[in-house]
C-alpha cells in the first residue's frame, strides 16, 4: 500500500542553524500538508501546498518557514533559523483528488533544538 | 479560534467491551470529519472519516456524525489490548487544513 515517507527521522540540530525536513508524498496525490505535535500537545496545522504554491498557512508558518517541491517527488520544509521552541514532531502529510478527502500521514520527524 | 475538543481520557475498557469516544466542534461550517489512531511517539494514522448524518461502520469500528449538534462519535467494538492508543478526532471546514482535537487515551485492560 502506498505511504509518505519521510526524512531523516530524527534530527538534531543547534539553535540558529538552518534544517530542510523532507516528505516524498503519495505518489498519485497533489495536495500536501506540513503538520507539527510538540510533546504532549495537539498537532497542529502548518501549511498545505497545491500546484506549486502555498495555498493556506497558519500563524505558526511565519517567515523562518518555507517550503518547496523541488522535483515530482519530494516536498519539503526549510526552517531557516530553528528556535528552541521549534523542537517537535513534524509531520507530512498528502491527499489525493476531491471527493476525497482524506489526509495520510508520514511517520514523521522528530526535530530536536538545542 | 474554531475548536476541536476531546475528553483526554484515559479510558478504561474490558477487553472484549465498546470503547465510546466523543468529541465537539465549534464551526458549523465543518464539512468532514476524521478520526486517527496515533500510538505513542508515532503519528496518526487514519481510521475513520465521515462526512454526513448519522452512522458510518468499518469493521469494529463505527463512526457517527451530528451535525446539529456539533459532535461526531467514534465506538470501537470488541476492544482489544491492540486498540490501547489515542485517538484523535480532525475537522475539515473550507479549506484544506484539518484542526485536531487533543485526544482521548483509550487503555483496553486484558
Known amino acids: 500500500e502506498p505511504e509518505v515517507t519521510q526524512t531523516p527521522s530524527h534530527q538534531v540540530t543547534q539553535m540558529g542553524q538552518e534544517v530542510i525536513l523532507r516528505c516524498v508524498p503519495i505518489?498519485?496525490?497533489?495536495?500536501f500538508y506540513w503538520y507539527r505535535q510538540i510533546l504532549g500537545q495537539k498537532v497542529e496545522f502548518l501549511v498545505s501546498?497545491?500546484?506549486?504554491?502555498?495555498?493556506?498557512k497558519s500563524e505558526i508558518f511565519d517567515d523562518q518557514f518555507s517550503v518547496e517541491r523541488p522535483d515530482g517527488s519530494n516536498f519539503t520544509l526549510k526552517i531557516r533559523s530553528t528556535k528552541l521552541e521549534d523542537s517537535a514532531m513534524y509531520f507530512c502529510?498528502?491527499?489525493?483528488?476531491?471527493?476525497?478527502?482524506?489526509?495520510?500521514f508520514g511517520p514523521g520527524t522528530r526535530l530536536t533544538v538545542l | 479560534q474554531k475548536e476541536v475538543e476531546q475528553n483526554s481520557g484515559p479510558l478504561s475498557v474490558p477487553e472484549g467491551a465498546i470503547a465510546s469516544l466523543n468529541c465537539t466542534y465549534s464551526?458549523?461550517?465543518?464539512?468532514?470529519f476524521f478520526w486517527y489512531r496515533q500510538y505513542s511517539g508515532k503519528s496518526p494514522e487514519l481510521i475513520m472519516s465521515?462526512?454526513?448524518?448519522g452512522d458510518k461502520e468499518d469493521g469494529r469500528f463505527t463512526a457517527q456524525l451530528n451535525k446539529a449538534s456539533q459532535y461526531v462519535s467514534l465506538l470501537i467494538r470488541d476492544s482489544q489490548p491492540s486498540d490501547s492508543a489515542t485517538y484523535l478526532c480532525?475537522?475539515?471546514?473550507?479549506?484544506?487544513?484539518?484542526?485536531f482535537g487533543g485526544g482521548t487515551r483509550v487503555l483496553v485492560k486484558p
Open positions: 502529510a498528502s491527499r489525493g483528488r476531491v471527493p476525497y478527502n482524506e489526509q495520510f
Open positions: 464551526d458549523r461550517g465543518s464539512q468532514s
Open positions: 505518489s498519485n496525490h497533489l495536495y
Open positions: 501546498f497545491y500546484n506549486n504554491e502555498i495555498s493556506e
Open positions: 480532525a475537522v475539515k471546514a473550507a479549506g484544506n487544513k484539518l484542526t
Open positions: 465521515i462526512y454526513s448524518n
